[in-house]
């Protein structure tokens, strides 16, 4: 009922910067917390930043200054702007958003998108 379709991965060299889009689309009556993961190949995923329905920003230590992260509420739409990228940014990006679809407080659902690789070349 809810998809989250993530873009903006790929290959690029040590210092340079990608921007990660992920768009929600389905049953959606409005988006609490968006947010992004990654998953390094042999480690858990981790959260790499969220952002509130009103803005409200959180940065894994690791990232923060080089990484931001923004959304637009019309087009239940967030972003991901990663620069400085190092070797050790090299992970599966995956979206997360918890959406509500109904009116009831209890009406949400934590969506999250297939991933998109970054790779950073050491």
């Known amino acids: 009922q809810v998809q989250l379709v993530e873009s903006g991965g790929g290959l690029v060299q040590a210092g340079g910067s990608l921007r990660l889009s992920c768009a929600a689309s389905g049953r959606i009556l409005g988006i609490n917390a968006m947010g992004w993961y990654r998953q390094a190949p042999g480690k858990q995923r981790e959260l790499v930043a969220s952002?509130?329905?009103?803005?409200?920003?959180n940065y894994a230590d690791s990232v923060k200054g080089r990484f931001t992260i923004s959304r637009d509420n019309r087009k239940n739409t967030v972003y991901l702007q990663m620069n400085s990228l190092k070797p050790e940014d090299t992970a599966d990006y995956y979206c997360n958003a918890e959406v509500r679809f109904g009116m009831a407080p209890s009406a949400t659902l934590n969506a999250w998108g297939q991933g998109t690789l970054v790779t950073v070349p050491s």
């Open positions: 952002i509130t329905s009103g803005g409200i920003t």
